[in-house]
């Protein structure tokens, strides 16, 4: 059975970057596609970066116990199939996914040999630049996320891991998590 990592943190905090620039150093791992209830945005496709699927499709899943974690973010239900995780450990060494931190609070407690890692901003103040500069949020969007972000940077020793994701040190932070998984 392939190792389990799941990496978390709040919106904004550069989550896909640390996973993306680990890849492009060499850390070979496959991904689960999340499941959401939340729009597309431009440049999205079906399962690049997630299976999208109305609340009712979605619902009928859950209710279906197809669902091994889920949760509502934002006003959106997303969440990670039994069938596609239980697939990719089977065939993998490694299996990479990324899931809000309500969602790997649920994978942890439903998979306890998961391997939690949080990736935590520089600060506040740059997370709320971060989440302006990618204008793809409402003002009271941004706002909601910063209320839930300061929550979890409290929470910061419910994780396996935390690699800070500081502003120019990307690739630091990606050598962070090709270790951990390398352990």
Not at 89 to 103: A, C, T
Not at 123 to 152: F, N, P
Request: glycine share 6%.
């Amino acid at each position: 059975m392939g190792k389990l990592v799941v990496v978390t943190g709040p919106s904004g905090a550069g989550k896909d970057s640390v996973i993306e620039q680990a890849h492009s150093l060499g850390l070979d791992f496959t991904s689960i596609t999340t499941t959401s209830t939340r729009p597309m945005r431009p440049g999205e496709a079906e399962g690049k970066p997630y299976f999208f699927l109305t609340r009712e499709e979605f619902e009928e899943k859950i209710d279906n116990g197809e669902m091994i974690e889920w949760a509502e973010v934002y006003d959106n239900l997303y969440g990670s199939s039994k069938t596609e995780v239980e697939r990719k450990r089977k065939n993998n060494d490694v299996v990479l996914i990324k899931v809000d931190p309500q969602g790997a609070r649920t994978f942890k407690e439903m998979i306890p040999d998961a391997i939690t890692v949080f990736i935590k901003p520089p600060s506040l103040e740059y997370l709320e630049m971060r989440l302006h500069k990618r204008a793809s949020d409402a003002e009271d969007v941004i706002q909601k996320r910063m209320e839930i972000a300061k929550y979890e940077l409290e929470k910061l020793d419910s994780w396996d891991y935390v690699i800070l994701n500081d502003e120019g040190k990307l690739e630091e932070a990606a050598q962070e998590l090709i270790a951990i998984i390398s352990t």
